[in-house]
């Protein structure tokens, strides 16, 4: 068996989920797939990449491990990701894969398969099996009338994996290293009119999955975060500069003198000139 079916785009443009190309293969040993990052093949550096083994078995690699897939366990792959795997050649496996796209799939997948290709195995493969078949059928004979079941048939196969799948590999913490990047990164622009969405582009997530995971990994958002690193930078000019008050708040990227003091006051508990004449070193 080697089954390609590409799907139109729907009409409805909102789907939370929607299959862009699927399909399967199975006694089809040379089945290999070195996909390099940020590939434009099938879209998939939009789309997601779902495959799940009914029979046989084959392989995964990433840049430090390689992983054997048996029946029951599958993979998922983010938008972006550099893709590795093939079919085993003696056993070659019997797999089913759909590439899909929808409106907040980060927020319904909890952040599965962005900074690594997500591992899961199922501890009961019938109802993942008949969603797989029911999708392909749809596809195989596919009329604009059937766009919402093919969407909903989606969706009920995301779901129960998200609910029954468990997790075979631990993930990298690269998210931390790209959360610092960014920190980093606002803190020395705080003083600019920096954005949320400049901020994630920085560590390569959309403002919503970043947003999570920022206040996830350092315990406030993204303006609290952005708020802290401008007052200190406005109580280092108090301290070491005689600058008016004005311009240390412009200087720190206050827009608003007013609402520099309501921050600083609600913060420190003092006013910017009471902490001037606390902690002044040009005096």
């Given at each position: 068996?080697?089954?390609?079916?590409?799907?139109?785009?729907?009409?409805?443009p909102r789907h939370i989920c929607?299959?862009?190309?699927?399909?399967?293969?199975?006694?089809?040993?040379?089945?290999?797939?070195?996909?390099?990052?940020?590939?434009?093949?099938?879209?998939?550096?939009?789309?997601?990449?779902?495959?799940?083994?009914?029979?046989?078995?084959?392989?995964?690699?990433?840049?430090?491990?390689?992983?054997?897939?048996?029946?029951?366990?599958?993979?998922?792959?983010?938008?972006?990701?550099?893709?590795?795997?093939?079919?085993?050649?003696?056993?070659?496996?019997?797999?089913?894969?759909?590439?899909?796209?929808?409106?907040?799939?980060?927020?319904?997948?909890?952040?599965?398969?962005?900074?690594?290709?997500?591992?899961f195995g199922l501890s009961h493969l019938a109802s993942i099996e008949?969603?797989?078949?029911?999708?392909?059928?749809?596809?195989?004979?596919?009329?604009?009338?059937?766009?919402?079941?093919?969407?909903?048939?989606?969706?009920?196969?995301?779901?129960?994996?998200?609910?029954?799948?468990?997790?075979?590999?631990?993930?990298?913490?690269?998210?931390?290293?790209?959360?610092?990047?960014?920190?980093?990164?606002?803190?020395?622009?705080?003083?600019?009119?920096?954005?949320?969405?400049?901020?994630?582009?920085?560590?390569?997530?959309?403002?919503?999955?970043?947003?999570?995971?920022?206040?996830?990994?350092?315990?406030?958002?993204?303006?609290?975060?952005?708020?802290?690193?401008?007052?200190?930078?406005?109580?280092?000019?108090?301290?070491?500069?005689?600058?008016?008050?004005?311009?240390?708040?412009?200087?720190?990227?206050?827009?608003?003198?007013?609402?520099?003091?309501?921050?600083?006051?609600?913060?420190?508990?003092?006013?910017?000139?009471?902490?001037?004449?606390?902690?002044?070193?040009?005096?």
């Amino acid at each position: 068996m080697q089954e390609h079916i590409f799907l139109p785009k729907p009409v409805f443009p909102r789907h939370i989920c929607f299959p862009d190309f699927l399909g399967g293969y199975s006694e089809f040993p040379e089945h290999r797939v070195n996909r390099e990052y940020r590939t434009t093949e099938n879209n998939l550096d939009r789309n997601y990449n779902l495959h799940i083994v009914l029979e046989g078995k084959g392989y995964l690699h990433t840049e430090t491990k390689s992983y054997e897939l048996t029946r029951g366990q599958g993979f998922l792959y983010g938008p972006g990701l550099r893709q590795t795997y093939h079919s085993d050649s003696r056993e070659p496996w019997n797999i089913r894969w759909v590439h899909f796209f929808g409106v907040h799939l980060e927020e319904l997948l909890n952040g599965k398969g962005l900074d690594e290709p997500w591992l899961f195995g199922l501890s009961h493969l019938a109802s993942i099996e008949a969603l797989l078949e029911k999708l392909l059928h749809l596809g195989r004979a596919y009329q604009v009338d059937d766009e919402h079941s093919v969407a909903a048939a989606l969706y009920e196969l995301l779901t129960r994996l998200q609910s029954a799948a468990t997790q075979m590999n631990v993930p990298a913490n690269l998210s931390a290293d790209k959360l610092r990047a960014a920190a980093n990164y606002i803190r020395a622009h705080s003083h600019e009119p920096l954005t949320l969405e400049q901020a994630a582009a920085v560590a390569g997530y959309s403002p919503h999955h970043f947003s999570r995971k920022f206040s996830a990994a350092f315990g406030m958002s993204f303006p609290d975060f952005l708020l802290e690193a401008r007052l200190l930078h406005a109580k280092r000019l108090l301290a070491t500069t005689g600058l008016p008050v004005k311009t240390v708040a412009l200087e720190a990227g206050f827009s608003q003198t007013s609402y520099f003091g309501k921050c600083f006051r609600q913060r420190e508990g003092l006013t910017p000139l009471e902490f001037r004449s606390l902690h002044s070193l040009t005096e």
